[in-house]
Every structure is written in C-alpha cells, then in structure tokens.
C-alpha cells in the first residue's frame, strides 16, 4: 500500500499540495481527479521521488521515499513505473529499443529474451512488428501512449503512475488505452495510480476515486459513491459546470 | 542607494550559487565516470556527434585561418626581411593560440549548441524523469558521455586544426609566395617547443570540458518549453565563448 501524509509543496511561494493525506491500495486503481493545473501531476511526482516535499511523507510499504537516497531509493524505484502525459519515449531509440529500454538497463537477460518479451507487449498493445522499426516522431498519439504503456509493463513493476495517459487523444483512442489499461491491469493485478481529468470514462477503470481541489483530497470513494458525493464541487466536476462556484 | 545595494547583493549570490551548482554537476558527471555501467558505447556516440561530425567545419576554418596567418605574416615579415621565419610564426599562432581558441569557438557553436538542445529537450518532454523512475542515473546516462566525448574530442579536433592550419600557411607562403619550403619548415621545427605543444592540449582539454559541462548544464536544468530551450541554447554560446576566452588568457598567462 502507499500512503500519502499531509503532502505539502510550494512552488514560488504558492501552494500547490497543502496537506494530502491519501491511500493507494494494493492491487487496485486509484483515480485522481481534479481541474487541469491543480497539481495533481505534482502529487505524481511525489510518489516516485521526481519532486521533495515541503513537508510530509510518502510511505510505499512502511518506506518512507522522500526520505531514501542511494541504493535504497534506485531499489524501491524499480518496482514502480511511470507512463508520462507525452509518453516521454526516447527519440534516439526506435520503438523496439525503447520498450526493450528497461531490460537491456537493469534486467540483464538474453537477447533472445528480451526480443521475446518485447514481441509479446507489441502484440499485447495491439502494435504490429513493423512499428517496432519506427521512430517516436513517427508514431501519432495514440501509438506513442501504447508504445509507453509497453514500456512501462515490460519488467512487470508491482506498482503503475499514469500521467494523464489519454490527454490529447480521440475518444476511440481513449478507450483502447483505458481498455488496455484494465486488460493489462487484470492480467498483472498491479497497484495503479491514474491522473486524469477524463470524466466518466475514467469511472469505468477505477476502482477508488479521489478528487483533488486547491491542494486537498475533497472526495475518496469508489467511482459509483463519487457520482452520488453531497460536495457541490466534486458534483459541478463531475457534471463539467463552468467555475462559478470558484467566483 | 540601498536598493541598489540589494540588487547587486542578489545579483552577485546568485551568481555564486550558480557557479557552485555547475561545479558539482561537473564534479557528479565525471564521478560517475567510475561507477558502472561505464557505457563505453555511449561514449562513443558522443565522440561521433560532438567530435566526427565536428570535423569538416574544423577541416574548413583551420584552413582558412592558416591561409590568412599565411597571407599576413608574409607581408609583415617581409618588411624586416625575415620571410624564412614565416613557418615558425604560423605554427606558433595555431599551436599556442588559434588552434585551441577557434577549435573550441567552432565546437561550441555546432556541437554545444546541440547539446543544449538535445538535452533541453530531454528534460521539457520528460525523457530525463523517464529515466530518473527507470532508476537509471540521467547525468550517468546522457551527461557523463558527454564530458568525456568533450574531453577526448577537442583535443583531437584543436591537433587536426594545427596540422590544417599549418598545411594552410604553407599554400599561401610557399606555393603561392615562394617562400622556400625548406625554412618553413625547419623554421617551425627550430622555433617549436614541447611547452607550446603542451599548453596548447592543456587548453583544449580544459575548453572541452567547458564547453560540454555548459552545453550540458544548461541543457538539463532547461524550464519553460520550447523557449527555454531556446533561451538555453543562447546562453550555451554567449558563456562558453567569454568562458573559452577568459580560460585562455589565464593558462596563457600560466605557461609564459
């Protein structure tokens, strides 16, 4: 399980985290929601040690990871992985190299093993081995955010950040990431975390729903409790209202 | 008056801040030059990107520079009727001076400037965090080559320079002038110390590391999209070039 308690951070004096306390259970998909800019990619961020807090912990298993540094923080990393909002692909590599990237750095296998392993994610993303031989820049959206999604499964990590992983993309797209998303979480049973602000069809791939609002979790539930939440804001969120109750 | 005061205290300690903060990138690049993985194939990469494809331009303006160093010294030595000293003072000027200086200003100008922009754009499209989650060290992976490739490339690059540069002078002193090929060179041979041959590697090496730990530096700690990568990339040229000259005059002053 990960535990968030009472998060802070400031950037330039503004808080952007002010006080998260929030849990990640073990095995499932927690969704975190909220208005664009309003930090929750920060609180990602957190999670695997990109960012310090200002103040506040970050417990994966009892292990405090603002705290850890050198080997112990590289150990506790490699059970996580990260799908970026712009799948952060390397663009020196192909797409073959890329999702083999991982393998060839820590998991020293064969390379009948790891072309192996990286044919079966290819065709588990529904990517043919002809995409295997293109560049980042030649993929389009959605083949980038599966080619990440590739990446981030092929050392099979015990715990999954999704940054905002349909941004950009159509709403076909959207739901064969979200799809595969669910298919690759039940095949796995991996812990995930999912930014986004995609509203409802990220209802149909969470199993717990937090709602972030000017630095606090507002709202934790399952997705069908969230829909029924008695705050005004979580409710203008979810109905996509202007921001009047802001005013 | 006192907030002047204020300002130029801000000024100065941000300044000094920056100053440590490239010390001890510099200092974490070439530690983890001795922690494996050791990448050797990344290192070579790097040495075709900053120091191969740096080749031409170098070939270009050793050649160029030789020529005029050829053209001017010519016409001056001629007044005090010392043509024959034409080879020591063209090879004197490239080995000493001209070569590590221009080498250095031309590196900087095609590859430090790449350098900053590949790494800039790294960091803005999260390519860096990428491999910070995958626990894979960023400054091990794509700084540490870097600053080796620097080290090891313009060296070879500012060698290449001198060689051309002198090829160069003697074109215009010997071929086209008709100062005897003989005191060209045994000019240079007489005049030439293994100090000059020194000082000039002393000085590649330290403007090639400069040059790739600013490009560099720049590069991953670049914010703000694809403007502040070109603003990084601006500034990789402006400080590298003051920061090549200012290192020449004091190792300059040091090997008189």
């Known amino acids: 399980m990960i535990q968030v308690v009472d998060l802070h951070k400031s950037f330039n004096g503004q808080a952007v985290l002010d006080g ?3 849990e990640i259970p073990t095995g499932k998909i927690t969704v975190v929601i909220g208005k664009s800019g309003v930090g929750k990619s920060v609180l990602l961020k957190h999670l695997i040690g990109l960012l310090k807090p200002d103040r506040g912990q970050v417990l994966v298993d009892g292990l405090d990871i603002t705290k850890l540094k050198g080997r112990k923080l590289q150990d506790l990393k490699k059970r996580f992985a990260v799908l970026f909002q712009g799948g952060a692909l390397f663009d020196s590599l192909n797409v073959f190299e890329n999702i083999a990237f991982p393998l060839r750095e820590k998991a020293r296998l064969p390379e009948g093993e790891i072309v192996r392993r990286v044919h079966e994610r290819l065709e588990q993303m529904n990517l043919s081995l002809e995409a295997g031989r293109k560049f980042p820049d030649e993929l389009s959206g959605g083949m980038k955010k599966r080619v990440a999604l590739a990446r981030a499964m092929i050392q099979e990590p015990e715990i999954i950040l999704f940054d905002e992983p349909v941004t950009g993309l159509d709403p076909p797209m959207c739901n064969t990431v979200f799809h595969l998303i669910k298919k690759t979480h039940a095949a796995s049973n991996y812990t995930a975390l999912v930014v986004a602000h995609d509203i409802p069809e990220v209802f149909s791939i969470a199993d717990v729903v937090a709602m972030l609002h000017h630095g606090r979790i507002i709202a934790c539930c399952g997705p069908e409790e969230i829909k029924q939440h008695p705050d005004p804001v979580v409710q203008s969120f979810i109905r996509g209202e202007p921001d009047f109750l802001e005013a | 008056m006192v907030a002047f005061i204020q300002l130029l205290g801000r000024v100065v300690l941000n300044w000094v801040r920056e100053t440590g903060r490239i010390q001890l990138f510099l200092l974490q690049g070439l530690a983890l030059a001795f922690v494996p993985p050791f990448r050797p194939r990344r290192v070579l990469q790097e040495i075709n990107q900053i120091g191969v494809k740096s080749t031409l331009i170098i070939l270009l303006t050793a050649l160029f520079t030789g020529m005029v160093l050829g053209l001017q010294g010519y016409y001056t030595l001629r007044k005090y009727g010392s043509e024959g000293a034409l080879g020591a003072a063209v090879a004197l000027s ?8 221009l080498t250095a200003l031309m590196v900087s100008a095609r590859a430090g400037s790449a350098v900053t922009a590949e790494v800039g754009i790294m960091r803005i499209t999260e390519q860096l965090d990428a491999l910070d989650t995958m ?3 960023p400054v091990q992976y794509v700084v540490m080559p870097k600053l080796l490739a620097g080290l090891i490339a313009v060296p070879l690059l500012t060698a290449i320079f001198d060689v051309v540069g002198i090829l160069g002078g003697y074109l215009v ?3 086209l002038l008709g100062v005897s090929s003989g005191s060209y060179f045994s000019g240079m041979v007489q005049s030439v110390v293994p100090l000059d041959i020194n000082g000039g590697i002393v000085k590649s090496l330290v403007f090639g590391l400069t040059i790739i730990l600013v490009a560099s530096y720049k590069g991953y700690h670049t914010e703000h999209g694809a403007e502040g990568v070109s603003r990084a990339t601006n ?13 020449d005059y004091l190792l300059t002053s040091f090997f008189m």
């Open chain 1, 20 to 22: 998260i306390n929030l």
């Open chain 2, 94 to 101: 490239l080995i000493r001076e001209m070569g590590p200086v």
């Open chain 2, 135 to 137: 626990a894979v060290n």
């Open chain 2, 173 to 175: 002193g010997v071929v």
């Open chain 2, 235 to 247: 500034q990789t040229v402006v400080l590298s070039a003051v920061l090549v000259l200012a290192w």
